[in-house]
Each structure stands twice: as structure tokens, then as C-alpha cells.
């Protein structure tokens, strides 16, 4: 794709230059608003230099700030899009829930989902930008996006969904227990303490055996931003985190909710991601009205920060996406 977007951009009328690492790409305008008492959340938007022609909104994954998506939104300011993000609730530069440290920690997903309500209604709804929206989520923003979906909102014309958080690993642990675990663990006074297994950020992390990316360059670069801004780190998820994420996954499996989703949606799977389960990433698309299932052989948890082959698959994919859903 690095060597189709210089192409794409002449065709379209736009100057980019290529961009491909986390931390590469434009700098977007930004700012807050607040969502909640005393919770203020960071959106950014990225305009193309020609009138742009559709609209993305991103939703990134657990722990990932607007800072690691400037090159994927340099990508879409190729195609014509201008482009809007946000940092949840708990990353980024939003805010931090008091007292957990670099633990990522939420009460309900239904805070994740007013802050996405909030960023929508109150940000890019009243920007004047291109109708008939496509939402962009990754992992945990994917699973977002897929409640919202659920929920209904005519304003949302497609999603492309890269690992949508579907269901999670839990390791060796029946997943019964786990999700017991957490349940109990919520409600005895624990919900802001580090699940077993978690910890705050290993700077000295090696790349070997990560489950994210087979590219070096791109995987280091995203730790990079969090040593250039400390503010940006995260760590692992609290109880009342998995709690929350165990309730709201059965939620989006629930009868009749993924058949509620009438948009176009595709999704683009790892069939050996050891973060979220593949599996149900297929049994799910399989009860969606429009759903497409396009698997990246050898991609880590994040495709759009993975080898060059895996990558321009990727977007190869969602050319071919936005061709039919006519974007």
C-alpha cells in the first residue's frame, strides 16, 4: 500500500506523503470536552488539503492514544476522508480514574459508550463534515463499535473493524472461573486493584513472543511514544476492568443484538490472535445482517501495525470495502 497511496493521492488531487509507524503521519488539530463530573475526554481530527469526500471516525484500542493512529489517519486523508479519534475514558490523554495508577480501569462500558456518544453528538455531528459516517475500531474500540451499532444510529453509513474485541483469552483458566472471579473480586472493594497477571508498563518489554506485531519498527514505535510522553503510559486492566468487559461481551452476544446491526461491517481477523478469540469474531459476523470476515494469515492482534505483506492486505481489504459500500 505504501507504493498505491502516492497513486491513489494523485487521483483524488491530494499531496500525502506516505506514512506507515505509529507516531509518523499529521498532526491533528485537538481538544476536550467533558463527558461526565470531572471526566474530560480528548478528541482530534485531521483534515484532508482537498474537501474531503466521506467521513471516519476511529475508536482505538485498550490503552492506544490519537498519538499511535496519525499514520492510519494519514491513510485515510489519502482517500479523501477527514478524519475524527478520541481517547477513552482511562488513556490517551483523557481522564484517569482516581487512584488506579497506569491501571486501566472502567465501571461499565457504558462510560466508553457516552464518551463515544459525546464525541459524535457534540464533536463531528455539528462539524459540517461529509454524511453517512464510517466508524474505524480497533480491539476494544471495535467492541464499542459494535454496541454502538447495536443501539442503532442512522448517522453510521459503515464500520471496519481491525480484532474487534468479540470475546478475550483468559489463559489456562476456565472461563467460568474467570469470569467469577472478577464478578466477586468488583464487589468485595477490589475493582481498582490489578486482575492477577496484570502490572503496571515493562519499558524494558522485549519484542520477542509479543502478541501485537511481527514488525519491529512499527511495534517500537508505538512504545516510543510512551517514552517521549510519559502521560500516555497505561498498564494492565483492574478487576473492575475485566468485570465490565466479561459483562458487556455478553451483552453484544445476546439474542437479537447482533441482529440489530444493519450496517455494512467488516471485519478483518487475526486467525491466530492470542489477545481476542477469532473464533467468535466468525460466529458473530455470522448472525450480522452485512457482515464480511476477510482473515489476515500470520497478523498479530493489530494488522494495521504489522508487516508490510499483512498490512497492505489490510488495506486492500477495506479499498475493496469502500468501493462496495461506496465510499
Known amino acids: 500500500m505504501r507504493g498505491a497511496l502516492p497513486a491513489l493521492a494523485l487521483v483524488l488531487g491530494i499531496a500525502v506523503t506516505p506514512v506507515d509507524a505509529a507516531g509518523d503521519g499529521p498532526q491533528p488539530r485537538s481538544g476536550t470536552i467533558a463527558v461526565a463530573a470531572g471526566v474530560e475526554v480528548r478528541h482530534a481530527r485531521w483534515d484532508p488539503p482537498a474537501p474531503p469526500r ?20 494519514g491513510d485515510f486523508l489519502a482517500r479523501g476522508f477527514v478524519v475524527f479519534m478520541l481517547d477513552w475514558r482511562g488513556q490517551g490523554l483523557s481522564t484517569r480514574t482516581p487512584g488506579t495508577g497506569q491501571a486501566q480501569h472502567v465501571d461499565d462500558y457504558a462510560d466508553y459508550q ?15 463534515t461529509p454524511d453517512g459516517w464510517l466508524l ?11 454496541r454502538h451499532l447495536a443501539r442503532g444510529d442512522p448517522r453510521v453509513r459503515a ?32 475493582a481498582r ?7 503496571d508498563h515493562d519499558a524494558a518489554e522485549p519484542f520477542a513472543g509479543n502478541r501485537l506485531s511481527g514488525d519491529e519498527r512499527r511495534w517500537r514505535a508505538a512504545l516510543d511514544l510512551w517514552a517521549k510522553d510519559p502521560r500516555l503510559v497505561v498498564g494492565g486492566v483492574t478487576f473492575g476492568w475485566l468485570d465490565a468487559t466479561f459483562r ?12 440489530r446491526i444493519r450496517q455494512p461491517v467488516l471485519m478483518l481477523i487475526a486467525p491466530e490472535d492470542r489477545i481476542v478469540v477469532a473464533a467468535s469474531q466468525r460466529a458473530l459476523a455470522a448472525r450480522m445482517p452485512d457482515a464480511e470476515v476477510v482473515a489476515l494469515d500470520g497478523s498479530g492482534h493489530e494488522p494495521f501495525f504489522e508487516r508490510d505483506a499483512i498490512r497492505d492486505g489490510a488495506w486492500a481489504a477495506v479499498d475493496r470495502f469502500l468501493g462496495r459500500t461506496r465510499f
Open 193 to 199: 486493584r490489578y486482575a492477577p497477571g496484570q502490572e
Open 114 to 128: 457516552a464518551d463515544l456518544d459525546a464525541v459524535l453528538d457534540r464533536v463531528v455531528a455539528p462539524a459540517g
Open 248 to 259: 458487556s461481551i455478553a451483552a453484544l452476544r445476546a439474542p437479537g443484538v447482533p441482529e
Open 159 to 190: 464500520a471496519v473493524l481491525s480484532a474487534p474485541m468479540t470475546d478475550i483469552h483468559v489463559g489456562d483458566l476456565p472461563r467460568p472461573l474467570a469470569e467469577g472471579a472478577a464478578w466477586t473480586a468488583a464487589r468485595a472493594g477490589l
Open 54 to 73: 466521506a467521513t471516519v471516525v476511529m475508536l482505538p484500542g485498550r490503552t492506544e492514544p490519537i498519538e499511535k493512529y496519525r499514520a492510519i489517519a
Open 136 to 146: 474505524f475500531g480497533h480491539s476494544m474500540g471495535g467492541h464499542v463499535a459494535l
